[in-house]
């Protein structure tokens, strides 16, 4: 079956524009999870769905960054006002019970 | 803070020749252990481990877990070029809000040369 789609795959933007990042779960998976890969190092969580609500939403590393959930379907991630230590890989999983499944990402660079 | 530390960093070996991977964690209500491979962006679930001392395998992979020395090993034997990646490891919480959130290491790169 399909699995975890990621769009754009790769973003090139410019400082200070807002951007916004797209997750496509595996049907019928309830968990949704957002990590950041920086260059080199391991993956950092940002947050986590269960359904359309957020029970842990601490690895948001500011308050540029957001993310919503539409039912047990599709997440967005939005950074506002971007900086260059934004640029990374961001990475969405899905999850029905513990083993996540991950999309192939986006490349987000932030010139 | 739920930690996860991975060794080595990187590892350069020749094919067929076998390695050890290791994985220490200090997770908050630890529920499971998780071994990924990423070969280019997306990693590539490999093995869940939840109970101590049960092996599991498959093909030339194997994994364990011991849950009183707080540590998983992944052993890949007779090596091929083809497993050359970064193998992640992370703990699963099984508490409250935070239920099945990974905490993933730094993970090790594997080169294997032919």
């Known amino acids: 079956g399909a699995g975890v789609s990621q769009s754009p795959s790769n973003k090139v933007t410019e400082k200070g524009k807002d951007v916004e990042l797209r997750c496509d779960p595996i049907?019928?998976?309830?968990?949704l999870y957002w990590y950041r890969q920086r260059l080199g190092q391991g993956l950092e969580f940002l947050i986590y769905?269960?359904?359309?609500?957020?029970?842990?939403k601490s690895g948001l590393p500011s308050d540029r960054f957001s993310a919503e959930r539409t039912g047990e379907s599709v997440s967005t991630l939005t950074i506002q006002r971007t900086q260059q230590e934004d640029s990374a890989v961001y990475l969405c999983?899905?999850?029905?019970?513990?083993?996540?499944?991950f999309g192939p990402g986006t490349r987000l660079t932030v010139t | 803070e739920d930690k996860v530390v991975q060794s080595p960093l990187s590892l350069v070996v020749h094919e067929g020749d076998t390695v050890t991977l290791n994985c220490s964690y200090e997770?908050?209500?630890?529920?499971?252990l998780l071994w990924y491979k990423q070969e280019k962006k997306a990693p590539t679930f490999l093995f869940m481990l939840?109970?101590?001392?049960i092996e599991k395998k498959s093909g030339r992979l194997s994994s364990i877990l011991d849950k009183k020395e707080l540590f998983s090993i992944l052993n890949i034997t007779a090596t091929q070029t083809g497993d050359s990646a970064v193998y992640l490891c992370?703990?699963?919480?099984?508490?409250?809000?935070?239920?099945?959130?990974?905490?993933f290491g730094q993970g090790t790169i594997l080169t294997v040369h032919p």
């Open positions: 997770v908050t209500n630890f529920r499971s």
């Open positions: 999983a899905s999850s029905f019970a513990i083993e996540q499944y």
């Open positions: 769905f269960q359904g359309n609500s957020a029970p842990d």
């Open positions: 992370a703990g699963a919480n099984a508490g409250g809000t935070s239920y099945g959130k990974l905490t």
């Open positions: 939840t109970s101590s001392g």
């Open positions: 049907s019928g998976h309830t968990a």
